[in-house]
């Protein structure tokens, strides 16, 4: 189980716009599964048309069910029904903390680890792909026009990465 905010939206970076896309979508009852604000959700894998919490055992090759994040809080008393979620577009940014700390690079792929997180390392199938660069160094200086300072090459290490959702796995695609 995540907590509240798991999963960020920050902007979309084709069209600008700092507005998901939320859509209502059918979730499961709270006793059957409890939802956080800002969680990986996907539909079950069963063949349901049910949103309940991303896990580990979920194919995200695209082509069963897809995923979204939620955009609302399911409690254990809470009914079966229709609440928003946030249907990740092309270009939708997103952050999400990674599992173990690292230096990621931007177009580096991401798979999903365990309680919300994702990790660089584990898995076989795809969520995503890093795509932000606040932890990179500064903009290397000309050495012959400037005589500007070394930035050097070396990429930041950091708990969080900013990632866009694979299309193939997003509720999107369903959309279109």
């Known amino acids: 189980m995540a907590t509240n905010g798991a999963v960020k939206f920050l902007h979309n970076m084709i069209t600008g716009s700092t507005t998901p896309l939320l859509r209502k979508v059918l979730y499961a009852a709270g006793s059957v599964a409890t939802v ?8 079950t894998n069963t063949g349901d048309t049910k949103f309940v919490p991303l896990d580990s055992d979920y194919d995200m090759t695209g082509t069963v069910d897809p995923v979204a994040v939620s955009a609302t809080e399911i409690k254990a008393s809470d009914r079966e029904g229709y609440y928003y979620a946030i249907v990740p577009r092309p270009g939708d940014v997103f952050e999400a903390e990674l599992a ?3 230096a990621v690079a931007k177009g580096t792929a991401l798979y999903y680890s365990t309680s919300q997180k994702l990790t660089t390392s584990a898995g076989t199938n795809i969520i ?3 795509c932000g660069e606040d932890h990179y160094p500064t903009e290397q200086g000309h050495l ?3 005589g500007s300072p070394d930035s050097g090459t070396t990429i930041r290490s950091t708990s969080w990465v900013q990632f866009t959702f694979r299309l193939a796995v997003s509720y999107y695609k369903t959309l279109e």
Not at 36 to 43: N, R, T
């Open 36 to 43: 956080k604000d800002g969680e990986i959700i996907e539909k």
């Open 128 to 130: 995503g792909y890093a």
């Open 144 to 146: 012959t026009d400037d």
């Open 100 to 102: 173990t700390a690292g």
